[in-house]
């Protein structure tokens, strides 16, 4: 099991950006598979990127594609998501999330599939 601290939100306006980040303890994030969530207010938790352990392969949600974009650094154990061209609508609190294996073949944009989860930071973009 790893803990997760994610951190890095906070109140924008619209076209701003703003980058979260997402500690890992307890153990090396080295081998694991980790993602990125939201959870606006009255509705489900939806997928929004994820990037595989050796951090070459990511997948994004249709909704972020070329706005947002996930990294990691494994030596500082940490991922990354890079949050560009905020909108209204990306008003949520943010969880990554963390899984040991493969990416590919998973069902990464499943929150069933991730077994660690961080507490979230919550992003406001004002218009």
């Known amino acids: 099991q790893v803990q997760l601290v994610e951190s890095g939100g906070g109140l924008v306006q619209t076209g701003d950006s703003l980058r979260l980040s997402c500690a890992a303890s307890g153990r090396t994030f080295s081998g694991y598979v980790v993602g990125w969530f939201r959870q606006a207010p009255g509705k489900d938790r939806e997928f929004v990127a994820t990037?595989?352990?050796?951090?070459?392969?990511?997948y994004y949600a249709e909704s972020v594609k070329g706005r947002f974009s996930i990294s990691r650094d494994i030596a500082k154990n940490m991922v990354y998501l890079q949050m560009n061209s905020l909108k209204p609508e990306d008003t949520a609190v943010y969880y990554c999330a963390a899984k040991t294996g493969s990416l590919l073949g998973s069902d990464y944009s499943s929150r069933a599939t991730y077994d660690d989860w961080g507490q979230g930071t919550q992003v406001t973009v004002s218009t």
């Open positions: 990037i595989s352990s050796s951090g070459r392969t990511t």
